[in-house]
């Protein structure tokens, strides 16, 4: 029913900044949450960013407060993820997940981010 699809990873540099897009198709995502999560080699799932989808300021996990920042944009019902000051820690298959009746329910396939030093 819901159909999430992320873009914009790569392979960059340390110190690069990068966005990351999330589509959502299939239905209305007004007042919906969503999260942005990722995963290292070898590391469990780790929670990174969420925000309302109609209202609300972000919030971000400690780990990349004041680099990343998490919006969207209901016109185009995508949720952003800026990473500014990319370390090679933030190395990761990034995930995008739209929480719905009180849980993330629906996710996207993963868009790969790697950092070189």
């Known amino acids: 029913q819901v159909q999430l699809v992320e873009s914009g990873g790569g392979l960059v540099q340390a110190g690069v900044s990068l966005r990351l897009s999330c589509v959502a198709s299939?239905?209305?995502?007004?007042?919906?949450?969503m999260g942005w999560f990722r995963q290292a080699p070898g590391k469990e799932r780790e929670f990174v960013a969420t925000i309302t989808w109609s209202g609300g300021s972000g919030y971000a996990t400690d780990s990349v407060k004041g680099r990343f920042t998490i919006s969207r944009d209901n016109t185009k019902n995508t949720v952003y993820l800026q990473m500014n000051s990319l370390k090679p820690e933030d190395t990761a298959v990034y995930y995008c997940?739209?929480?719905?009746?009180?849980?993330?329910?629906?996710w996207g396939q993963g868009t790969q981010v790697t950092v070189s030093a």
């Open positions: 997940a739209a929480k719905y009746q009180g849980k993330y329910q629906y």
């Open positions: 299939g239905r209305t995502f007004s007042t919906n949450t």
